[in-house]
């Protein structure tokens, strides 16, 4: 999240989804706990447990944007009408004060009906009356003292469409309330966890070229471009506020490939040039593919023993490309005739032409299908004066194929494989510097197959390019692992040949703590106990290979 943050100027992140539905807070929990689930009790069809916070939890997220610039989303309860709970509000209020940027009344109503929350025959209408009783909840609730910064409807699109809920007179009727519009996911892989029928599963394989075209952002955003029209007249911004390659986990060979940084940067790009305001990466835990990045499998006390995926390096990508300014709009150009293997964006800051933002989804090692493309900024064809620089600066995401899963670098630094990431790049940072052709008013940029780049004209572009700091880290505050802690340096012990027989004669012992001699004697070189670290001009384009 320090990366990031440190691109972007901070982060959002939302706890809630179908978890917020049937939340509550509680003074204290058993063992001085901040999170107990209670399975025996969870909903039905996805099996969410029932939760129950204590203050603890709200500290957590005040200390984490203590040391990381991060502002959150919470989830308000919707599953009792009769009884609303605030008590979400009034904490997240109260302890994380203006790093709450909004919260989520609702969590895809579209599907109460269809998973037993609600009659099967439930409505935008019916959803239309609820939220009339949570707003009156809402008013008369004095410790909530902001009113107005609250996101709905976060349907799926499962069951309803947008205009269907519009056509209910919502944003109309609830606008004093709403800070923000959302919407919900692109595709699902929820037949392998939970069977249905009428949703059979699906086989990555097949699934596998449907990630690779730039067909595929832009049928994910073509339905939604009325609502973001609305959007715009209504004056709310409008989220996708959960998304990934598949929900409940993704797909296993797509998700937690190089093909997912890639679309990842196609969809969020897509997603910016149709008018959407932001998108969030769902995460899961150990078991699922989507994630951006997984923790540790058994604790937080070994060094490097997260796993950055791939999807995370396209967040990286998208947070370079909309930096910090906050004035960044996003021009689909479709360049050689639409082709849906080269995709391209032109970047505008302040509305000045600043990057271009490259992809290629072919897979060739030999190089015949890396493309180079040349651009124009200005000159006279657009009656503008020649816009070109003396060179550029370029950023490059490359990996062998797209079905790799870590070897995979961004400027040349990589964030480490499985078990090997503590959230600090590796490696040395390679920008590559490209000469333009002033005189012809153009600049040719190769781009690898597979891969993207990620092209600066501007001075203030190329100079952010450069100012990426280093990652700052921070000790964990607790550690779940004090014994057997001893770490041996792999380069020490791959040249090593270890003790002869006769030398372990000497050194028996056993290797639980408190029997034997708990393999204490003997440190091996270089050994040390380690803590956790946490850790407006006008463009033309052409194409060749």
């Known amino acids: 999240m320090s990366i990031l943050a440190d691109i972007a100027g901070s982060v959002h992140i939302r706890v809630g989804g179908n978890t917020q539905e049937t939340a509550f807070v509680v003074d204290s929990l058993p063992d001085g706990a901040m999170i107990e689930k209670d399975k025996e009790d969870a909903s039905n069809p996805t099996s969410t447990p029932v939760l129950a916070l204590t203050n603890e939890f709200f500290y957590m997220l005040a200390n984490v944007s203590s040391l990381v610039n991060i502002q959150w989303y919470l989830g308000i309860p919707f599953n009792d009408t009769a009884n609303w709970r605030f008590q979400i509000v009034e904490k997240?209020?109260?302890?994380?004060?203006?790093?709450?940027?909004?919260?989520?009344?609702?969590?895809?109503?579209?599907?109460?009906?269809?998973?037993?929350?609600?009659?099967?025959?439930?409505?935008?209408?019916?959803?239309?009356?609820?939220?009339?009783?949570?707003?009156?909840?809402?008013?008369?609730?004095?410790?909530?003292?902001?009113?107005?910064?609250?996101?709905?409807?976060?349907?799926?699109?499962?069951?309803?469409?947008?205009?269907?809920?519009?056509?209910?007179?919502?944003?109309?009727?609830?606008?004093?309330?709403?800070?923000?519009?959302?919407?919900?996911?692109?595709?699902?892989?929820?037949?392998?966890?939970?069977?249905?029928?009428?949703?059979?599963?699906?086989?990555?394989?097949?699934?596998?070229?449907?990630?690779?075209?730039?067909?595929?952002?832009?049928?994910?955003?073509?339905?939604?471009?009325?609502?973001?029209?609305?959007?715009?007249?209504?004056?709310?911004?409008?989220?996708?506020?959960?998304?990934?390659?598949?929900?409940?986990?993704?797909?296993?060979?797509?998700?937690?490939?190089?093909?997912?940084?890639?679309?990842?940067?196609?969809?969020?790009?897509?997603?910016?040039?149709?008018?959407?305001?932001?998108?969030?990466?769902?995460?899961?835990?150990?078991?699922?593919?989507?994630?951006?990045?997984?923790?540790?499998?058994?604790?937080?006390?070994?060094?490097?023993?997260?796993?950055?995926?791939?999807?995370?390096?396209?967040?990286?990508?998208?947070?370079?490309?909309?930096?910090?300014?906050n004035a960044t709009q996003v021009r689909d150009m479709l360049p050689n005739n639409g082709n849906d293997q080269t995709p391209a964006y032109a970047v505008y800051e302040n509305g000045k032409f600043s990057k271009m933002a490259m992809i290629n989804y072919m897979t060739d090692p030999s190089g015949a299908n890396d493309y180079t493309a040349t651009i124009y900024v200005?000159?006279?064809?657009?009656?503008?004066?020649?816009?070109?620089?003396?060179?550029?600066?370029?950023?490059?995401?490359?990996?062998?194929?797209?079905?790799?899963?870590?070897?995979?670098t961004w400027a040349g630094r990589t964030l480490g494989g499985r078990f090997a990431s503590d959230g600090r790049w590796q490696g040395e940072e390679d920008i590559e510097t490209v000469p333009c052709d002033q005189t012809q008013n153009m600049c040719q940029i190769k781009v690898p197959a597979p891969g993207a780049a990620l092209v600066y004209f501007t001075d203030d572009a190329q100079q952010a390019a450069a100012d990426v700091g280093d990652v700052q880290t921070f000790a964990t505050t607790v550690q779940t692992k004090i014994k057997n802690t001893v770490t041996v340096d792999p380069a020490v012990l791959a040249t090593s040949n270890g003790d002869s027989g006769r030398s372990r004669l000497n050194h028996q012992g056993g290797t639980s703590y408190g029997t034997g001699n708990g393999a204490m004697a003997i440190v091996a070189p270089g050994a040390v106990a380690i803590f956790s670290m946490l850790a407006g001009m006008s463009m033309l384009m052409r194409l060749s290979r």
């Open 378 to 408: 200005g000159g006279s064809g657009f009656n503008e004066a020649n816009g070109v620089p003396a060179s550029v600066k370029v950023k490059y995401l490359r990996a062998p194929s797209v079905s790799e899963k870590d070897n995979i």
């Open 92 to 325: 997240g209020e109260a302890i994380l004060g203006d790093r709450l940027l909004a919260l989520q009344a609702a969590n895809e109503p579209d599907l109460y009906g269809a998973h037993g929350h609600r009659d099967s025959n439930y409505s935008p209408y019916d959803f239309f009356g609820e939220f009339a009783l949570f707003t009156q909840a809402y008013e008369a609730d004095g410790l909530v003292t902001r009113k107005n910064n609250i996101i709905a409807p976060s349907t799926s699109y499962a069951l309803w469409s947008p205009e269907q809920v519009w056509d209910t007179g919502f944003v109309d009727a609830y606008s004093p309330y709403l800070s923000h519009l959302a919407v919900d996911y692109p595709s699902d892989n929820c037949a392998v966890v939970w069977p249905d029928p009428n949703n059979p599963p699906r086989d990555p394989l097949e699934m596998f070229p449907q990630y690779l075209t730039h067909n595929a952002g832009i049928d994910f955003a073509k339905p939604y471009l009325n609502s973001t029209a609305l959007a715009q007249q209504w004056g709310k911004p409008f989220l996708l506020f959960e998304t990934n390659t598949a929900s409940c986990g993704g797909f296993p060979g797509i998700s937690d490939t190089f093909t997912a940084a890639l679309w990842g940067i196609d969809h969020a790009m897509q997603l910016a040039h149709s008018n959407f305001s932001g998108a969030l990466f769902h995460f899961g835990g150990q078991n699922v593919s989507y994630n951006p990045f997984t923790a540790a499998p058994t604790n937080v006390s070994s060094f490097e023993g997260w796993t950055t995926h791939p999807l995370f390096y396209g967040a990286v990508f998208v947070a370079e490309v909309m930096g910090k300014t």
